[in-house]
Nanobody
């Protein structure tokens, strides 16, 4: 059974930092990443990393967020710095399997107060 379990969300003031973690089990993923769903918006891609270590970011988070992956532990983290109120969202961990199937975590709430 494939599972992705997120942790690390919470409430932080603008300008603060949070670190999200995602622990995966049951599969090895080609690409792992983070998505978010802001209030009233559709889910959007935030950052991703390949198994080989290539990383990509949504423009709005470049220079503030850092994605990192541990292939041995099968984890992916998202370090979020200089947080803004518009970063408030439910953040989802995502894993794209080599079978082409997308797997999702249950989501973790991040709230940034102004």
């Amino acid at each position: 059974q494939v599972q992705l379990v997120e942790s690390g969300g919470g409430l932080v003031q603008a300008g603060g930092s949070l670190r999200l973690s995602c622990a995966a089990s049951g599969s090895i993923f080609n690409v792992m990443g983070w998505y978010r769903q802001r209030p009233g918006k559709q889910r959007e891609w935030v950052a991703g990393t390949t198994r080989g270590g290539t990383t990509n970011y949504q423009d709005s988070v470049k220079g503030r967020f850092t994605i990192s992956r541990d292939n041995v532990k099968n984890t992916v983290d998202l370090q979020m710095n200089s947080l803004k109120p518009e970063d408030t969202a439910v953040y989802y961990c995502n894993g794209l399997g080599y079978d082409g199937i997308n797997y999702w975590g249950q989501g973790t709430q991040v709230t940034v107060s102004s």
